[in-house]
Antibody, heavy 113, light 108 residues
Framework: EVQLVESGGGLVQPGGSLRLSCVAS????????MNWVRQAPGKGLEWISY????????YYADSVKGRFTISRDNAKNSLYLQMNSLRVEDTAIYYC??????WGRGAMVTVSS | EIVLTQSPGTLSLSPGERATLSCRAS???????LAWYQQKPGRAPRLVIY???SRATGIPDRFAGSGSGTDFTLTISRLESEDFAVYYC?????????FGQGTKLEIK
């Protein structure tokens, strides 16, 4: 079965850090650009980061630039999101997506004191 | 940043009717890199249309995307019960890859 599975979410205090992982199964991500998209509770979708297949180019939304870092390990068929200096407004479900065609079920990140 | 504005915010229709959803961009979308997604409560988004008019894998032919430049439309020709959901448009031609605010398609 073709799928993406996110992990690493949880509850963290403001100013803290988390690292999300996204592992693909049933297909290889090595030729695909990858993205992270988030959705705050009851809100719409917000794209936050993109990485090319060979990691040569990364883009970020202004809301996370300088705090979040996207990376990938094609040998492990995995995508990552390092999130630092977390804020209350970063509370959301975080989805990874392969070429926007295949999406994971999401990982919940809650930033609260 | 390209701002996408979707209309209407909510669309109330009955099964069998035709749905027309609009997405307007503040700047021209590069190479018509415009996608539509369907999202149901508690579920991840599902790609419906990419490249403004190409149906994604497994999407029935009652879904059709059209438009270019700054004006795009998603049409569902004959609504079925499983089509009622929130629909988002997204441009992925120019970073940041922005989403519209969504149109809720609800049963009348």
């Amino acid at each position: 079965e073709v799928q993406l599975v996110e992990s690493g979410g949880g509850l963290v205090q403001p100013g803290g850090s988390l690292r999300l992982s996204c592992v693909a199964s049933g297909f290889s991500i090595s030729d695909n650009y990858m993205n992270w998209v988030r959705q705050a509770p009851g809100k719409g979708l917000e794209w936050i980061s993109y990485i090319t297949s060979g990691s040569s180019t990364m883009y970020y939304a202004d809301s996370v630039k300088g705090r979040f870092t996207i990376s990938r390990d094609n040998a492990k068929n995995s995508l990552y999101l390092q999130m630092n200096s977390l804020r209350v407004e970063d509370t959301a479900i975080y989805y990874c997506a392969s070429k926007f065609e295949i999406w994971g079920r999401g990982a919940m990140v809650t930033v609260s004191s | 940043e390209i701002v996408l504005t979707q209309s209407p915010g909510t669309l109330s229709l009955s099964p069998g009717e035709r749905a027309t959803l609009s997405c307007r961009a503040s700047l021209s979308v590069s190479s018509n890199f415009l996608a539509w997604y369907q999202q149901k409560p508690g579920r991840a988004p599902r790609l419906v249309i990419y490249g403004a008019s190409s149906r994604a894998t497994g999407i029935p032919d009652r879904f059709a995307g059209s438009g270019s430049g700054t004006d795009f439309t998603l049409t569902i020709s004959r609504l079925e019960s499983e089509d009622f959901a929130v629909y988002y448009c997204q441009q992925y031609g120019t970073s940041p890859f922005t989403f519209g605010q969504g149109t809720k398609l609800e049963i009348k």
